[in-house]
């Protein structure tokens, strides 16, 4: 059974940093595409918003939004996805989920996390 826990999240001023954390477990994190969504507030019935992608290659792509400031990485040996979240903005507060697929892809079923709050003030 794979299970996903999120971390890491907090509240922190505008320009700050965090770092999120998904542990995995039941799941070989150097197998598969994973990748990091967030959910604001502000918009409960929206689909969750794509921030950043790592697929078994390696090869990461980031969402306009979060480029040149987030950073998504995993340590294979402790089955760890991360995110690391410089020059934080308030329109960066939201829900963090860690999604895990079940292909190298990025394509078919998938796994989430419970998610970690994450809250910018300006």
């Known amino acids: 059974q794979v299970q996903l826990v999120e971390s890491g999240g907090g509240s922190v001023q505008a320009g700050g940093s965090l770092r999120l954390s998904c542990a995995a477990s039941?799941?070989?994190?150097?197998?598969?595409?994973m990748a990091w969504f967030r959910q604001a507030p502000q918009a409960p019935g929206k689909e969750r918003e794509k921030?950043?992608?790592?697929?078994?290659?390696?090869?990461?792509i980031y969402a306009d939004s979060v480029k040149g400031r987030f950073t998504i990485s995993r340590d294979n040996d402790n089955n760890t996805l991360y995110l690391e979240m410089n020059s934080l903005k308030p329109e960066d507060a939201a829900m963090y989920y860690c999604?895990?697929?079940?292909?190298?892809?990025?394509?078919?079923?998938?796994?989430w996390g419970q998610g970690t709050q994450v809250t910018v003030s300006s």
């Open positions: 999604r895990a697929y079940s292909r190298g892809d990025c394509f078919g079923d998938s796994y």
């Open positions: 039941g799941y070989t994190t150097s197998s598969y595409c």
């Open positions: 921030i950043a992608i790592s697929d078994s290659s390696g090869s990461t």
